[in-house]
């Protein structure tokens, strides 16, 4: 996000974060995000973590009254209009110096109308926000008259440029206001997707300095550095997949194997066809991330969070005892590849295999079916359009074009 400028911005909602969930989470992280890229954010509620005008809050008195008369088809025109001139009059000094209001669901619903009215009184461009149409729902059927004010509800606003949350979303708003889809861009609600694995600080910290956070695919080998677990098939498989997957990282987790001296051999091998596959940006040992006097810098919990972040866990070990990642991978929902050998088909959890002994081309070609299972794509695909960090570029996009 950031488009080279910063810009003045008031975020207007009845009321404002801290809140769990509904349009007051997406306003707070609509706030952080406009803040990160620099813009100078002002938000205006009536109650809440924010600038307060206590008549914009749906639940003032004298709101409440207007509304309910609304919905009993009066139109309250001296209530009405001594709300509209009051909000006027207190919310001008807040935005005078703002170059566009972002007005949350205010224009749309009928919880407070005479906002809306002043929001158009007071001149400033406006982008309305809209989760939710009123006139099109019908639990909100008794707002749907025709004449001033409900008209805010179904006529699009002088000023204003709407931005729908989906494209459904787009559509009714085009339906309902007459507007043309190009004029109506979609940006959707975002994720926290590091929130929603509950990554610990350590672990968000480590994936940033190994480069592989915003990895698409990730690919985790959850294996000690031992010359029977096979990473060399790994990694010649990750540059295979590299051209069709450019953002793909493949993690190794485990520390080095502690009995026997050839393991450090085996690393130096390991590390040197790393360099000569081009891979060093691609494939990251976490051992690595930590120092010989301090302990393996992934943690118990840390293998938790890399079990939730993979796409796909891969096992290329010539054996196994148990198997350990396959009951890990299930739990985490992570398709799991590896070695078709007995051990491996022990618990039902239906890996992606590859023939016991195998070229890297097979590994491949596992790695790939995994990767284009429907749960790794939806997963990937959640990640690339709907975390924070997307959505961010098209809410500077939206706010850019109502500026002009």
């Not at 939710?132 to 509800?153: C, M, S, T, V």
Request: aromatic share 6%.
């Amino acid at each position: 996000m950031g488009s080279g400028s910063r810009r003045r911005l008031a975020l207007l909602h009845y009321t404002a974060p801290p809140q769990t969930g509904g349009v007051e989470a997406i306003l707070g992280a609509h706030a952080r995000l406009l803040r990160r890229a620099g813009n100078d954010v002002r938000v205006i509620a009536g109650r809440g973590r924010a600038e307060l005008v206590p008549e914009v809050d749906s639940r003032h008195p004298e709101v409440e009254r207007v509304a309910r008369l609304l919905a009993e088809g009066r139109a309250a025109t001296e209530e009405f209009a001594e709300l509209r001139s009051r909000l006027a009059e207190r919310l001008e000094p807040l935005l005078c110096d703002r170059d566009v209001v972002i007005a949350h669901n205010v224009l749309t619903m009928p919880f407070n109308l005479p906002l809306a009215a002043a929001l158009g009184d007071l001149g400033r461009p406006v982008v309305a926000w809209t989760h939710d149409l009123a006139w099109i729902n019908p639990r909100y059927a008794e707002y749907r008259r025709e004449g001033w004010p409900w008209a805010i509800l179904h006529r699009p606003q002088v000023g204003a440029t709407y931005v729908a949350i989906s494209r459904t979303r787009r559509v009714e708003i085009c339906e309902l206001l007459g507007l043309s889809p190009r004029a109506v861009p979609v940006v959707p609600n975002g994720v926290d997707v590091a929130a929603v694995w509950s990554l610990s600080p350590p672990t968000r910290r480590l994936a940033t300095r190994g480069g592989f956070l915003g990895a698409d695919p990730l690919v985790l080998v959850p294996v000690r550095l031992t010359r029977r677990k096979r990473i060399e098939l790994a990694l010649e498989a990750a540059a295979l997949l590299r051209d069709r997957w450019p953002g793909l990282r493949l993690v190794v987790s485990g520390p080095l194997g502690p009995h026997s001296a050839d393991n450090r051999a085996y690393w130096a091998e390991l590390r040197e066809r790393r360099a000569r596959l081009g891979l060093d940006r691609v494939v990251c040992f976490l051992h690595e991330q930590g120092s010989p006097d301090r302990p393996h810098p992934v943690s118990d919990r840390g293998v938790v969070d890399l079990y939730r972040m993979a796409d796909a866990v891969l096992l290329p070990s010539e054996s196994e005892g148990f198997g350990l990642p396959l009951l890990e991978a299930a739990l985490s929902r992570a398709p799991l590849v590896c070695a078709d050998i007995p051990v491996l088909r022990e618990p039902p959890t239906g890996p992606f295999l590859f023939p016991p002994r195998c070229d890297p081309e097979a590994v491949a070609a596992a790695l790939e079916r995994a990767l284009d299972s429907r749960p790794a794509r939806a997963k990937r695909e959640v990640a690339r359009r709907y975390s924070w960090d997307v959505v961010a570029q098209g809410i500077e996009r939206a706010v850019g074009a109502a500026v002009g």
